[in-house]
């Protein structure tokens, strides 16, 4: 290997202050499908998530960021992730709905998302792709072991991909986060030749399944950022933060109160 850093060790202080921005992004993450109404904009939306961002006294972690233009990612229906706040886009019920909050907390970050279905559905395929998605984020979370791999985590999630036939997108992937929205090393949601570091205690990652009812295959829209299914298909994202300790993992963007 050589000799860049390929993973970044916290401690102490910097601990606490990744563990405060991954509790404002949970927050927000928890509060705003309970603010969103049909026949919303998801601009509207953005709105809404900048207020609660605000009202946790930190920032967007993502307007800016590589020159993003909204507060967070909201994605519809065949959008994967990078979904932007548009004026002309209304929410309706049924829509499959993913958010992914950022937040900059005193200068640590905060990452998490979640998927769901705007007044609930019944849907087999749709629930089945939700339902998997989550419990590929999980078992991700519960191989995020010291002294495994990285790759641990990735072949637990694809495992679960799998097993219920979904597409893993494989442009994008989990990451370290903590100072940095993208700190080393990359997650990929399957796995590759490539073990990854070996994880060890004070490791901070962003686990984050994008998975889709039919092709793995995606494509960026012209505003450069929007990412769908190339078969127009729904896919679903969960992102959860946690630390790697002595023991189990702590999830830090798990609500607690
Ligand atoms: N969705 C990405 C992640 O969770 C971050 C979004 S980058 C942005 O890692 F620029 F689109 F905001
Ligand atoms: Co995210
Ligand atoms: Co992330």
């Known amino acids: 290997m050589g000799d860049k850093k390929d993973y970044v060790i916290y401690q102490g202080e910097d601990i606490c202050g990744i563990r405060r921005a991954a509790d404002a992004a949970a927050r927000v993450r928890d509060q705003l499908p309970l603010m969103i109404r049909p026949g919303m904009s998801t601009k509207e939306i953005d709105n809404v998530a900048a207020a609660l961002i605000h009202s946790t006294g930190g920032i967007s972690a993502f307007l800016g960021y590589r020159g993003y233009p909204g507060q967070i990612c909201i994605s519809l229906n065949d959008e994967v992730v990078h979904g932007i706040g548009r004026i002309d886009k209304p929410v309706r019920p049924g829509d499959l709905i993913s958010i992914d909050i950022g937040v ?102 962003a686990i984050e399944p994008m998975l889709n009812l039919g092709t793995s295959k995606v494509i960026t829209e012209s505003d450069g950022w929007t990412v769908r299914t190339s078969d127009g298909k729904l896919s679903a994202h969960f992102e959860h933060m946690v630390l790697i300790t002595e023991s189990k993992p702590e999830i830090l963007t798990w609500l607690k109160t």
């Open 104 to 205: 900059n907390l005193g200068g640590y970050i905060g990452d998490t998302a979640t998927s769901f279905v705007l007044g609930g559905t019944d849907d087999p395929d749709t629930l089945r792709l939700l339902d998997y998605t989550r419990k590929a984020l999980d078992e991700g979370i519960n191989a995020a072991v010291a002294g495994r791999y990285i790759k641990n985590i990735s072949s637990a999630v694809e495992k679960i991909a799998k097993s219920a036939k979904l597409g893993i997108v494989r442009e994008y992937c989990g990451h370290g986060c903590g100072k940095t929205l993208h700190d080393p090393p990359e997650i990929p949601n399957y796995v590759s030749f490539n073990k990854g570091p070996e994880l060890r205690p004070g490791m901070v990652l």
